[in-house]
């Protein structure tokens, strides 16, 4: 059998820019939650009329969501490799969930209230069209993936505490996934919401320290 090799720097370079990507990729939606100009965690009219009211600064946070999504695949390899060194079954079943969050199973409601306010449509109908997209589709059940991708990442956590990934790490990516709906639910403002991603991107960042040096 053939095998390729690695050199060293190149495989050294991997592997950091790999733990930047885990950090990256979470990083960028605590940040964009912490310091957007409104509640980020209303939901229906409120949180339309907030948007429209401060739209002139969504350019700007779209395309750090752009980097965020552009990380997120090797941020889900770098901590699914380490899982899977400690629990090579759970981490498997863990990664393929985790996989879901990754994927665009859904249109970005944002992007649908920049557009409608900038065609000029009025709060009400923009909350009727974002109603009728995340609910009167064929496949808005799919919204609900994102809950399945969570469960993918306790998943991971759980691998993980069998692997050399920091403890701390690895049951702050047990904990997080829970956190991060709590704060929309129970509506606790952007503090609460970006706090609860800047846990997920310290237990990603940490888990994907322990990839194996080359």
Do not use: H
């Amino acid at each position: 059998m053939t095998t390729v090799e690695t050199p060293p720097a190149t495989a050294g370079f991997t592997r950091y820019a790999m733990i930047a990507c885990a950090v990256v990729a979470l990083l960028m939606l605590a940040l964009s939650l912490l310091f957007a100009p409104f509640a980020t965690t209303a939901e229906g009219e409120p949180y339309i009329r907030g948007f429209v009211a401060n739209l002139d600064s969504y350019p700007l946070w779209s395309w750090v969501s752009v980097l965020s999504f552009a990380t997120f695949i090797p941020a889900i390899f770098a901590v699914s490799k380490v899982a899977r060194s400690g629990r090579p079954v759970l981490g498997l079943v863990g990664m393929i969930l985790a996989f879901i969050l990754a994927l665009p199973v859904g249109a970005n409601t944002d992007d649908v209230i920049y557009a409608a306010a900038k065609a000029g449509l009025d709060v009400p109908t923009t909350n009727r069209l974002v109603t009728e997209l995340n609910e009167g589709l064929p496949t808005s059940l799919l919204g609900f993936t994102f809950f399945v991708s969570l469960l993918g990442f306790v998943l991971l956590g759980i691998a993980a505490l069998s692997s050399a990934a920091p403890k701390w790490a690895a049951i702050a990516m047990i904990v997080a996934p829970f956190l991060i709906p709590i704060a929309w639910i129970a509506q606790l403002g952007n503090l609460a919401a970006g706090a609860a991603w800047l846990v997920f991107a310290a237990a990603s960042g940490g888990i994907a320290l322990a990839l194996p040096r080359p």
